[in-house]
């Protein structure tokens, strides 16, 4: 069945470092593609998304790009901050209309 | 615009006991979602609503937990009983579309525990 596999956490970094969070995923058909965040205390809430093969979603500073040859779409930030600690999951909206998450990554970005 | 509403944040209860979640979802969402999400993991799907009908319930263990949306608004889901491997985080999630490409909004959710 449709999965997706996210690099494990915690990952701790230094305010304006750069981020990579890698995603991959196992899908059928062509999924949208989604990431999720969710900062201390707060729901989570649509961080950004890509609809089909070549398309980057940005948002915050944030970006990710649909990769259909390599199955990704791995996270992006070149300068974080701070305010940027939460809980990243990446997902796939299948054609089916289900919404399948990661396990998540733990970010905490130091002064 | 308010957002997904869910209840209790919190609930304490013994083994065996009955429990329920209440959400309002976003006002015009056709499509409701429960997910589970234990800790440390992601949010793993229950069921999922469009309007009154349940599309999709195959992941939700039917011997204990059910839920409902009366009137396409509004859903309950509720365990009984509760067992101890059922503490974990219960999230509300609507859609305007719920054909995978649309965001999902999420409630706060409703932490259970089952002592």
């Known amino acids: 069945g449709d999965s997706v596999t996210q690099m494990e956490g915690p990952v701790t970094l230094s305010e304006e470092a750069f981020l990579t969070i890698n995603c991959t995923y196992t899908?059928?058909?062509?999924?949208?593609l989604f990431w999720y965040v969710q900062y201390p205390g707060e729901g989570l809430q649509l961080l950004l998304k890509?609809?089909?093969?070549?398309d980057k979603g940005s948002n915050k500073g944030f970006e990710a790009t649909y990769r259909k040859e390599t199955t990704s779409f791995h996270l992006e930030k070149g300068s974080v901050q701070v305010s940027d600690s939460a809980v990243y999951f990446c997902?796939?909206?299948?054609?089916?209309?289900?919404?399948?998450f990661g396990q998540g990554t733990e970010l905490s970005v130091k002064p | 615009e308010a957002g997904v509403v869910q209840s209790p944040r919190y609930k304490i209860i013994e083994k065996k006991q009955p429990v329920a979640f209440w959400c309002n979802p976003i006002?015009?969402?056709?499509?409701l979602y429960w997910y589970l999400q234990n800790l440390g993991q992601g949010p793993e799907l229950l069921i999922r609503?469009?309007?009154?009908?349940?599309?999709?319930d195959s992941q939700l263990p039917k011997d204990r937990f059910s839920a409902e949306r009366l009137k396409g608004v509004d859903s309950t889901l509720k365990i009984q009983p509760a067992e101890l491997g059922d503490s974990a985080v219960y999230l509300c999630?609507?859609?305007?579309?719920?054909?995978?490409?649309?965001?999902?909004?999420f409630g706060e959710g409703s932490r259970l525990t089952v002592l």
């Open positions: 997902a796939l909206g299948n054609q089916g209309g289900k919404l399948i």
């Open positions: 899908a059928t058909g062509y999924p949208s």
């Open positions: 999630a609507s859609s305007a579309s719920g054909d995978g490409t649309g965001e999902l909004f």
């Open positions: 609503y469009e309007n009154e009908e349940a599309v999709d």
């Open positions: 890509a609809t089909k093969a070549d």
């Open positions: 006002s015009g969402h056709n499509t």
